[in-house]
């Protein structure tokens, strides 16, 4: 049995960086590093995503496109380069602290649409960073498990293999974020140097062998008639190859680690911005030329049987050219290289959900304060992931629909997010070229949903995975004390300095018409139930309710004298038995004195009372707001007085 202070220590380690600000572990992290990371260093983290899908984007490819995947490719790399590098350019102007598209969006809608909404995207962007980790530690082993030396030894055994994977990717995150940059260089700058070399040679091979040209070009026009036939076709099915397209929100998520310049402030990081476009631009340029030119050398020089199921390009098409034009040795080297990516390429996507879940969930009290710690997310994550990998068997090509799916959708969110800030930034030219791309990107992912349902209902999942936890959490919460700070304009502070020296009384009061009877009548029959004395000072507390469906949010106290006899204290939060809390327990440790509050009893249902506290923010206020006080504070000698009649 551990004993109290190894648990403390455990405990203290697990939690480590935890604070009560709304902002994620990653961006935590990235804050202590005053001077960030060069933008070409934090490309490689965001990169071992987006480049590590050539290990299997090529045969994805020839199984979507056939020998049309050279043409279908090319259109999927002028819709990077036209459409989705721009929209993210604009996203990382937008968003510079790592929010993304999603809270460009958040913007759009309030209260609970707005809510809901968000978790939608989240669910959506789970379901592509969650799938990264488990579709790229799957391709791992399959790189491992086909290769000509370990076949024999391995074969049977992918999902263990791939669950071992996930785990040493969540021990790197344990271990800190930081660290996982640093391996991500190394990884990426050995991955990309070695596919130069087997594009090169197959390039080589291809150009030096004319037939091979000439047989592919007569088997095009014999299977598809005519060039325009075979672009038409190439615009329906690069839908399909829509896995080349990951690793934009993932450069935007890692803003807050790109260096910037000595004179970015917080609210103006142009350095950042600056550098976060080149990290975009530069992996999107790199990207597209591989793309290209694996997708002709895979096409022209591998037998159509091999990429099926079964055949040993299957997932691993460069692979297998590494083997068979560079012989055992190298493609060996190659295939630890690609499997140390692909492996590694759940980092970029752990560090998308470290970026975005904590930065919302917490905030809207739909998850535990201990999500906004680093060590406990990744330990979610990663059981997550191993649920995942077990569901669908460590199988790569079935989790591809889920994958795409996920990738598309937070693209098309971008699209439009970046669509109405150009509107309503009034730049004419920009809100029609976004918004054409966002009508390529809504066509792109509606072929991709009715190609391949599976995606959509695995997002589905993903989606009312997380609300329903996020629900249950909400409620599990309802009676923390919410307000994160409080501020008294001059004449509040005032009226409590004058009550500091006595029994200071507060009435609860639900405005209506605010006029002299309405406050007479109220003190009257507050002193009548509760026995106040006429000497007594009292004074009255308004609470206005902002946004409801904000868990955590500051308070603004006024003071005003009303009708010249009484004083209000006017508060604005997002609940009112919240709000009266707070205020109790700030007056009690300005003044030293315990307050008292004096309700009314709310009629009808306590029940429905209960929901219109938990959706709205209102409902029966003098019981919730005894329970927020006896929860901030368990010392009843303590705790300020609540009186109902």
């Known amino acids: 049995m551990a004993t109290p202070a190894r648990s403390s220590r455990l405990r203290a380690w697990m939690l480590e960086g935890l604070t009560a600000e709304n902002s994620s572990p990653a961006a935590k992290e990235a804050a202590a590093q005053p001077h960030g990371r060069p933008w070409w260093r934090v490309m490689c983290l965001t990169g071992l995503d987006y480049f590590s899908t050539l290990g299997y984007q090529p045969g994805i490819a020839f199984l979507a ?4 995947s050279p043409l279908a490719t090319i259109v999927l790399v002028l819709l990077t380069l036209l459409g989705a590098l721009p929209v993210y350019r604009r996203v990382a102007e937008e968003s510079p602290h790592g929010e993304g598209s999603i809270a460009m969006l958040e913007k759009l809608l309030s209260f609970w649409k707005g809510k809901l909404f968000v978790l939608t995207l989240l669910g959506f962007a789970a379901t592509d960073f969650l799938i990264t980790i488990t579709l790229s530690a799957a391709d791992a082993t399959a790189h491992m498990v086909e290769n000509p030396h370990l076949t ?15 785990a040493l990717l969540g021990g790197v995150f344990l271990k800190g974020f930081s660290e996982a940059i640093g391996v991500a260089v190394v990884l990426v700058g050995t991955y990309l140097a070695l596919n130069v070399v087997v594009v090169t040679v197959g390039l080589w091979n291809v150009f030096t062998e004319p037939q091979v040209i000439t047989d592919w070009t007569s088997a095009l026009t014999a299977e598809h008639g005519n060039p325009f036939m075979m672009i038409a076709i190439a615009l329906v099915v690069f839908p399909k190859l829509a896995l ?22 917080e609210e103006k990081p142009a350095g950042r911005i600056r550098g976060a476009k080149k990290l975009l631009t530069t992996a999107a340029v790199i990207m597209s030329v591989f793309l ?14 091999q990429f099926q199921p079964g055949g040993e390009a299957n997932g691993r098409a460069l692979a297998y050219l590494a083997h068979a034009y560079l012989g055992s040795a190298f493609g060996t080297v190659y295939d630890v290289s690609t499997i140390c990516i692909l492996w590694f390429a759940g980092a970029s996507a752990m560090a998308g959900l470290l970026n975005l879940m904590p930065r919302y969930l917490p905030r809207y009290g739909m998850a535990p304060h201990w999500a906004r710690a680093l060590r406990p997310m990744v330990i979610v994550f990663t059981l997550v992931a191993f649920l995942v990998t077990w569901l669908f068997n460590a199988d790569v090509d079935a989790q591809g629909g889920a994958y795409a799916t996920g990738v598309l959708v937070l693209i098309t969110s971008a699209a439009a997010a970046v669509t109405i800030a150009a509107r309503r930034a009034g730049e004419r030219g920009w809100t029609i070229g976004f918004g054409i791309t966002s009508a390529v990107f809504i066509y792109t992912t509606a072929i991709n949903v009715v190609e391949r349902p599976d995606g959509v209902k695995i997002g589905a999942c993903f989606i009312g995975g997380i609300m329903a936890l996020s629900l249950l959490s909400r409620l599990a919460r309802v009676f923390e ?27 609860a009061n639900e405005p ?10 109220k003190k009257a029959q507050i002193r009548a139930d509760n026995d106040i004395p006429a000497e007594d000072d009292v004074m009255f507390v308004e609470v206005t309710v902002l946004d409801a469906s904000e868990f955590e949010s500051g308070m603004r106290v006024r003071g005003e004298v009303l009708h010249d006899r ?16 707070a205020l109790l327990l700030h007056v009690r440790d300005e003044t030293g004195q315990r307050p008292h509050i004096y309700f009314e009893w709310t009629e009808g249902n306590p029940m429905a009372n209960f929901f219109r506290f938990f959706l709205f923010g209102q409902g029966e206020v003098a019981p919730v707001t005894r329970e927020v006080l006896r929860e901030a504070e368990p010392d009843r000698a303590r705790r300020p007085h609540v009186h109902a009649g």
């Open 65 to 68: 496109a056939g020998l049309l």
């Open 152 to 166: 024999s030894t391995l074969h049977g055994h992918e999902v263990l293999i791939t669950l071992i994977l996930i």
């Open 244 to 265: 080349g397209l990951s690793g934009f929100e993932t450069g935007v998520a890692v803003m807050p680690h790109v260096e910037g310049d000595p004179s970015d402030t």
């Open 292 to 305: 290209i030119c694996s997708s002709l050398i895979t096409t022209l020089l591998i037998p159509a049987d």
């Open 481 to 507: 004390l919410r307000v994160t700070h409080i501020e008294f304009d001059d004449m509040a502070q005032r009226f409590i300095r004058d009550t500091a020296n006595r029994t200071i009384r507060f009435i």
């Open 512 to 521: 209506d018409n605010r006029d002299v009877e309405e406050y007479r009548q």
């Open 566 to 581: 009484y004083r209000v204290l006017t508060l604005e939060s997002s609940s009112i038995p919240n709000a009266l809390a």
